[in-house]
């Protein structure tokens, strides 16, 4: 005796078969959803209707004023980014330089406040209520240099001169502290600070006309 064909005519469908929806048509329909909901929720993430009208908690205002050389710059500053990069790539300020871009060279240093830091691992947001100087801000506004300027001039304390602004600045928050240091004081000081071309000697030559030169103009 011939056996019924399942797939007959007058075989009664089950399962998914009797909704004409396979289980391969059930799964993309899934996935497709949830695409939908998730490009929803991306494009309508920051909406006022979703957020209540404000920023959500724990989100970072990215238009923020700094204030560096003793002017007050407004700037977008994205959360991570470093000061270097503020400075240099939005502000312009490419005195200070990117050497080994990890906080080891000391190529990007600039005062916050009157304190050396590395600009290369410090965020920005974190310095948006302090005073930021960098080599640029330390000439007086008719162009007359720092004294520690100065030194460097007249002793022609570096060779290829990539890391000198980053002494330089070292060097003036040191003397700030300690505006009379022995020779080993002041390499100490800028201990933090790497040379490529390794002329310790010349350098540290002309931060110490630097300093002399700093207390002749404190004398007056």
């Known amino acids: 005796m011939a056996q019924e064909d399942p797939h007959s005519a007058g075989s009664e469908p089950t399962g998914s078969e009797s909704t004409g929806v396979s289980r391969r048509t059930f799964i993309k329909g899934v996935i497709a959803g949830g695409v939908a909901v998730s490009s929803a929720a991306y494009l309508f993430r920051n909406s006022p209707l ?31 980014e470093t000061l270097a990069q503020t400075l240099r790539y939005k502000l312009g300020l490419t005195g200070t330089k990117l050497g080994c871009d990890r906080a ?18 410090v ?20 162009g007359t ?5 100065q030194g460097v001039v007249e002793e022609q304390g570096f060779q290829c001169a990539y890391c000198m602004s980053g002494f330089v600045m070292s060097a003036v928050g040191f003397l700030r502290k300690n505006p009379n240091p022995t020779r080993e004081q002041l390499a100490h000081g800028v201990s933090g600070n790497l040379c490529r071309c390794q002329d310790y000697d010349k350098i540290l ?10 207390r002749e103009v404190a004398r007056g």
């Open 205 to 214: 030559t002309a931060l110490e006309r630097g300093a002399e030169l700093s």
């Open 104 to 121: 080891e060279c000391g190529a990007c240093t600039v005062l916050v406040g009157d304190v050396p830091r590395y600009a290369c691992s």
């Open 50 to 80: 979703l957020t209540g009208g404000s920023a959500r908690a724990g989100t970072v205002e990215r238009l923020v004023g700094l204030t560096v050389n003793g002017q007050t710059r407004r700037v977008d500053v994205a959360p991570h």
């Open 145 to 149: 240099l720092h004294p520690v300027q």
């Open 123 to 142: 965020l920005t947001h974190s310095v948006r209520t302090e005073r930021i100087t960098t080599i640029e801000g330390l000439a007086a506004p008719d």
